[in-house]
């Protein structure tokens, strides 16, 4: 389901530096940063109302003239409380992002904050270990990037959704 479908083509910048980078939008959910390639994204939106909020992580939305699949991230990495973190989170007015799949169906990942334009400088991205994936629920996230936080100058670990 989280197979991202996006050109390869027109991924790559050059930044002021003549260094390769992917233009991408962060966010993060709980205690994870996740990366996004602009080029993947349809539109971000402020979370409409989801219908039938499921306990597997997956439910709908009603857009315009479509019915959306959404995808709680927050399921999927196993940080469910009793109460489905679908219905929280659009009651708190989260954002929607869309995307599409590999066999372009349309569907929205839920954040809790809004997404961050940034460019990951390519030789900052690595493969993640198929052991580490398995154990941590991230069996959808192939490649992460390690990026320096200018604050805490601390490495910062942004999981890349889709493919590089």
Not at 95 to 103: A, E, H, N, R, S
Not at 124 to 148: D, G, H
Request: aromatic share 8%; net charge negative.
């Amino acid at each position: 389901m989280l197979n991202l479908f996006s050109p390869r083509q027109r991924l790559f910048n050059k930044t002021d530096s003549a260094q390769a980078s992917l233009r991408a939008i962060i966010f993060s959910i709980r205690d994870y940063w996740f990366a996004l390639p602009i080029e993947a994204v349809i539109k971000i939106l402020p979370c409409p109302p989801i219908n039938s909020p499921s306990k597997e992580g997956i439910s709908i939305v009603d857009l315009e003239d479509r019915t959306i699949t959404v995808v709680d991230l927050l399921y999927k990495l196993g940080h469910l409380e009793e109460e489905s973190q679908i219905e929280k989170t659009c009651v708190l007015q989260r954002f929607l992002i869309l995307t599409m799949t590999q066999t372009e169906e349309i569907f929205g990942l839920l954040v809790e904050h809004s997404p961050t334009l940034i460019d990951i400088p390519l030789n900052t991205i690595r493969t993640v270990p198929l052991s580490y994936r398995q154990v941590i629920e991230l069996n959808f996230v192939k490649q992460m990037a390690i990026l320096t936080d200018t604050q805490e100058q601390q490495p910062l670990k942004v999981f890349l959704l889709g493919t590089v």
